[in-house]
């Protein structure tokens, strides 16, 4: 049974939309951290300040989006907006896509499901380039968003991917970085944020100095 072209339609220009931004590719794709500096058009760390829920209007129909505006405490590549002092981020991402049932068959929608992320939690985020619609995503979708958390003194970052294969193909990391992961996934884990952004603004140097 085929979707109504209402929904159909609005699904396939967002896949092509998503695609032209270098998001799909990313569902199947591991990256590293150097890899995901390369593929970011913005690179930022902030707080949730709300998520609004909203549609866009594409391929004869509606998209659900998700619109999440970030209280910015570093900006490592990009620009970011000033509002009466405070930098701000705002990052549209697609919303989740409800099924379709025909009588007992129900229709799944091909598009991925973006990464969600929580109101008031703060994050480094690796934003892909806006699409024709004004549409991004983090890089790899889940690997591109760390959530930061404090422990103890220190603060800690983990991604989507349980930070997997984020040093893939790099060298070790200061000893800072490596005592963070856990012991008992050397390769994955939690990492020292102070550590993961050093290391963030070497690699957005190095591709400035391209």
Request: net charge positive; charged share 20%; aromatic share 6%.
């Amino acid at each position: 049974m085929r979707l109504p072209r209402f929904h159909h339609g609005a699904i396939l220009a967002g896949l092509l939309a998503l695609a032209s931004a270098p998001a799909l590719a990313t569902t199947v794709m591991q990256f590293n951290l150097a890899e995901m500096t390369d593929r970011a058009d913005r690179i930022f760390r902030g707080r949730i300040l709300s998520a609004t829920e909203g549609t866009v209007d594409v391929g004869g129909g509606q998209l659900p989006i998700v619109t999440y505006r970030v209280q910015v405490d570093e900006a490592f590549l990009g620009d970011v907006t000033t509002v009466k002092g405070v930098r701000i981020a705002e990052i549209r991402m697609l919303g989740k896509v409800a099924s379709i049932r025909h009588g007992n068959l129900r229709r799944v929608s091909p598009l991925p499901e973006m990464p969600q992320l929580r109101v008031g939690q703060t994050y480094l985020l690796f934003a892909t380039r806006p699409s024709a619609i004004g549409l991004s995503t983090t890089v790899g979708l889940g690997q591109g968003f760390f959530a930061i958390s404090s422990v103890g003194k220190d603060e800690v970052a983990l991604n989507g991917a349980n930070n997997s294969g984020l040093f893939r193909g790099m060298d070790a990391g200061a000893p800072a970085a490596r005592a963070a992961r856990t012991a008992a996934a050397p390769d994955s884990g939690a990492v020292a944020y102070v550590e993961l952004a050093s290391r963030v603004r070497a690699l957005v140097a190095s591709r400035g100095a391209r």
